[in-house]
Every structure is written in structure tokens, then in C-alpha cells.
């Protein structure tokens, strides 16, 4: 079992920073592939970024070049760097756990193991 706690969402202007945080619980996080995923109103959840447990890495389009996903596997913790912010980022974003990193790219929220409950990040125009 794998136990995920999202923070650091809050109100962010456009054009500002936020570092979303996810914490995870058990002592095999380092062999799982972690994601960070987004659901804004009214939309589907999306994937945004993910991370294999070596560090390869990879990110939806819309925030190439803005977010960078990172892991450190001896603090159980899992970052999203998110710089240029935009309005259209406004969403419930969502850290995810699954051994395949097919998976997490694939983007297929429900094939997912674990999920934290979500972080809200807002940013006004």
C-alpha cells in the first residue's frame, strides 16, 4: 500500500510560481513511477507530468518548458515545479502512483494505484 498527500496548492497570480509537494508513505516508493495529474471544472483529469523511478521523465504540452517534475526517492517525495503559471492552470492537481510508467504516460486516470486527494492551485488573471 501506497499513501499520497499532496501540498503546497494555494492562490498564485499569472506569470508567478508555485512547488506542489507529494509525500509518500511505504518503503517501496522508489520502484514505483509517480504523476502528477490536474482536474480543473467541468474537465476531465489530465496528466501533467510523470516520472519513472530512475528519473526519466515526461509532460503533457501544455506545460512543457513551465513545469519540471522531480523525485527524491530517499525523502519518499515527489515535486512539481510550476513556473509561468496561467489561468488555465486552475485545477485540482493530483499526485499518482503505478509500477509501469506506460501507465502514467498513458494518462489513463482510472489504470492508476494510488492516488493522493488533491491539492487546489488558482491563478487570476
Known amino acids: 500500500q501506497v499513501q499520497l498527500v499532496e501540498s503546497g496548492g494555494g492562490l498564485v497570480q499569472a506569470g508567478g510560481s508555485l512547488r506542489l509537494s507529494c509525500a509518500a508513505s511505504?518503503?517501496?516508493?522508489?520502484?514505483?513511477?509517480m504523476g502528477w495529474f490536474r482536474q480543473a471544472p467541468g474537465k476531465e483529469r489530465e496528466l501533467v507530468a510523470g516520472?519513472?523511478?530512475?528519473?526519466?521523465?515526461y509532460y503533457a504540452d501544455s506545460v512543457k518548458g513551465r513545469f519540471t517534475i522531480s523525485r527524491d526517492n530517499s525523502k519518499n517525495l515527489v515535486y512539481l515545479q510550476m513556473n509561468s503559471l496561467k489561468p488555465e492552470d486552475t485545477a485540482v492537481y493530483y499526485c499518482?502512483?503505478?509500477?509501469?510508467?506506460?501507465?502514467?504516460?498513458?494518462?489513463?486516470?482510472?489504470?492508476?494505484?494510488?492516488w493522493g486527494k488533491g491539492t487546489l492551485v488558482t491563478v487570476s488573471s
Open positions: 516520472i519513472r523511478s530512475g528519473g526519466v521523465t
Open positions: 511505504g518503503r517501496t516508493f522508489s520502484r514505483y513511477a
Open positions: 499518482a502512483a503505478d509500477f509501469s510508467f506506460g501507465t502514467v504516460v498513458a494518462g489513463t486516470s482510472s489504470s492508476m494505484d494510488y
